[in-house]
Antibody, heavy 119, light 111 residues
Framework: QVQLQESGPGLVKPSQTLSLTCTVS??????????WSWIRQPAGKGLEWIGR???????NYNPSLKSRVTISVDTSKNQFSLKLSSVTAADTAVYYC???????????WGQGTLVTVSS | QSVLTQPPSVSAAPGQKVTISCSGS????????VSWYQQLPGTAPKLLIY???KRPSGIPDRFSGSKSGTSATLGITGLQTGDEADYYC????????????FGGGTKLTVL
């Protein structure tokens, strides 16, 4: 079965770029009609969708983050990545990667990784 | 403020039934499929319901989903203490700035 695992720095300085990678195992990131997605959750708060990339490479982003977000895919490594620029303390959250179907349901999810923005 | 509105909390006794509502608009719930997620403390969300009312394999039939107009409902019967968790609804919003939206989450307490 497909499993996802996030990786990346747990601490990022304000104004810098947050970079995370999601490694997909148990299946090819190129197969099937899936959207590979990033979702975040600040401590004690709800889920916020960041964006997604389709197997073709096309992307969609949350309009509130669109100017700062880039999601890309590396099929040779079976990974997809998130870059969020100009971060502030408000970007501190647990970041999840997840696989989504065309009707926008997410399964499976990675375990999540906490990213703290602080100097 | 979330695009989809859920009650902040619900509670019921073990063995009882509870429903969690998710209210939206024609640009999201009204014209798109709804999914539901369970998040136990300290863990990643887990898919409970997809395409309004379908259960993934392994999800017991105590969990059900429905949709009517611009609202959706998650039902849980035969409540167990292990059902204490946060529950989220989600769907696509087809407005000009199309994107995925989630409800603010509902904390279920099994008394």
């Amino acid at each position: 079965q497909v499993q996802l695992q996030e990786s990346g720095p747990g601490l990022v300085k304000p104004s810098q770029t947050l970079s995370l990678t999601c490694t997909v195992s148990g299946g090819s990131i190129s197969s099937g009609s899936y959207y590979w997605s990033w979702i975040r959750q600040p401590a004690g708060k709800g889920l916020e969708w960041i964006g997604r990339i389709y197997t073709s490479g096309s992307t969609n982003y949350n309009p509130s983050l669109k100017s700062r977000v880039t999601i890309s895919v590396d099929t040779s490594k079976n990974q997809f990545s998130l870059k969020l620029s100009s971060v502030t303390a408000a970007d501190t959250a647990v970041y999840y990667c997840a696989r989504a179907r065309p009707t926008c349901w997410f399964d499976p999810w990675g375990q999540g990784t906490l990213v703290t923005v602080s100097s | 403020q979330s695009v989809l509105t859920q009650p902040p909390s619900v509670s019921a006794a073990p063995g009882q039934k509870v429903t969690i509502s998710c209210s939206g608009s024609s640009s999201n719930i009204g014209n798109n499929y709804v999914s539901w997620y369970q998040q136990l403390p300290g863990t990643a969300p887990k898919l409970l319901i997809y395409d309004n009312n379908k259960r993934p394999s392994g999800i017991p039939d105590r969990f059900s989903g429905s949709k009517s107009g611009t609202s959706a409902t998650l039902g849980i019967t035969g409540l167990q203490t292990g059902d204490e968790a946060d529950y989220y609804c989600g769907t696509w919003d087809s407005s000009l700035s199309a994107h995925v939206v989630f409800g603010g989450g509902t904390k279920l307490t099994v008394l």
